[in-house]
């Protein structure tokens, strides 16, 4: 599922002449934004639920270089979820279908005034349970990667 549609711009471009490291958890971040809109926990829906989504943990993984003006697409997977969490996977595509970079996150629903995790809102929940959940078998490749020297 394509949660958000973006290009390369200049003030992400670095010293080397492609996106720089950060700019790809940028759009990550902004990939998450776009689910909490699909869900309605855009800026009306946070408001009036005094909730939010907040990222526990996150794995970036570089795959090829973005360069200036490049259109980008975030696909997004749900992994798995519960009553206050949401497992993510997402992935970073030129407009080829080519794979630039993926972000694997633990996602926690908020309670804004308790400032503490809290169940998903019931409309949020139906529209969670909406989502496709993808079946354990069918996981990313990438999805559950540890970092490590391998010997």
Excluded at 49 to 60: D, P, R, S
Aim: charged share 25%.
């Amino acid at each position: 599922m394509v949660i958000l549609e973006s290009r390369v711009t200049p003030e992400w471009v670095d010293y080397n002449g492609h996106m720089n490291d950060a700019e790809y958890a940028r759009v990550f971040s902004l990939g998450v934004e776009a689910l909490m809109d699909h869900i309605g926990l855009d800026a009306t829906g946070r408001d009036r639920h005094g909730y939010t989504i907040y990222t526990l943990e996150t794995h970036l993984c570089y795959r090829r270089e973005a360069h200036e003006g490049q259109p980008l697409r975030v696909a997004l997977t749900l992994l798995d979820r519960d009553t206050k969490r949401l497992h993510v996977f997402f992935e970073l595509l030129d407009v080829e279908g080519n794979l630039l970079a993926t972000s694997e996150q633990m996602l926690m629903g908020i309670d804004s005034e308790a400032g503490r995790p809290a169940p998903f809102p019931e409309d949020v929940e139906a529209a969670i349970a909406a989502l496709p959940l993808a079946a354990r078998d069918a996981w990313p490749a990438l999805a559950e990667r540890t970092i490590g020297i391998r010997r």
